[in-house]
């Protein structure tokens, strides 16, 4: 036994030192064992105290670190949004522009004008005696362009709509006016102005006189009365004529369906 153990004792260095190159450390298979290196001292009790107060503190965060979310500044509180303000009736249309003269047209100075839903009449003041052939007039289907030769032109413009050439003409009244009839190529129609360069008028405030009515062909006149009565209708605050037939024939539908519920209906 004590043979065999000599023969693995032997066996082993052979191999160690084949490995490392070296013998077998001290204390190894009964070997004397080299000394443990002593541990270190514990500090004292004054030692541990005086090496704690010579630390700098830890932070606070680090001591009790907040949860996420925890601990942070609250969001500021949105700013209520603004009331949307209170929507304003919307005041009756009366449009812009010049009052118009009775005549439905304007004094200008220079010149007048006037007019109804087929033409339109200009006028134009000239020195007494003044004769036709030292006029210059020229009446285009766009522009209009009138004045005494030898002299700046008194109207130079274009129309503020197309005429019919064919059906215009122009005179000379006592030597002291020049009349235009200017003929309009879209009927049932008011004019703002005569020619663009000029301020216009109110065409809301045109009112048609009624005397003048029964000079009217039929679908004319009553092209026209229609016209007083949807503008009399909307200075008053009530519906037109067109209006007023919707209100009509939904009422009558209405009368002939009393099962049906009407009281989302709204008038187009």
Not at 10 to 18: A, D, G, I, Q, S
Not at 94 to 106: F, I, Q, R
Not at 212 to 235: A, I, N, P, Y
Request: net charge negative; proline share 9%.
């Amino acid at each position: 036994m004590e043979g065999a153990e000599k023969r693995v004792r032997e066996l082993f260095r052979v191999n160690y030192r084949k490995v490392h190159g070296g013998g077998v450390k001290k204390g190894f298979f009964g070997g004397p064992a080299a000394p443990p290196k002593p541990a270190a001292p514990l500090p004292t009790a004054a030692e541990a105290l005086e090496a704690s107060r010579a630390a700098p503190p830890p932070a606070v965060e680090d001591i009790n670190p907040p949860a996420d979310g925890a601990g942070a500044a609250a969001p500021a509180a949105a700013a209520p949004a603004e009331a949307p303000a209170a929507a304003e009736e919307d005041a009756v249309d009366e449009g812009t522009g010049l009052t118009p003269s009775s005549g439905n047209g304007y004094d200008y100075g220079a010149y007048s004008w006037g007019q109804n839903l087929q033409e339109v009449t200009v006028s134009i003041p000239v020195p007494a005696g003044t004769k036709a052939k030292t006029l210059d007039i020229d009446i285009r289907k766009d522009r209009l362009k009138v004045g005494i030769k030898g002299q700046p032109p008194i109207i130079d413009d274009e129309l503020a709509e197309a005429v019919k050439t064919d059906d215009c003409f122009w005179n000379v009244n006592d030597g002291r006016e020049i009349e235009i009839q200017l003929q309009k190529q879209a009927g049932m129609c008011w004019w703002d102005r005569v020619v663009k360069g000029a301020e216009p008028i109110n065409t809301k405030k045109v009112e048609p006189e009624n005397s003048k009515l029964s000079d009217l062909d039929g679908e004319t006149r009553q092209t026209v009365e229609k016209m007083m009565f949807d503008q009399r209708q909307k200075q008053m605050g009530l519906p037109t004529s067109e209006e007023q037939q919707k209100q009509d024939m939904l009422k009558k539908f209405m009368e002939q369906h009393p099962e049906m519920d009407f009281s989302n209906a709204k008038m187009m």
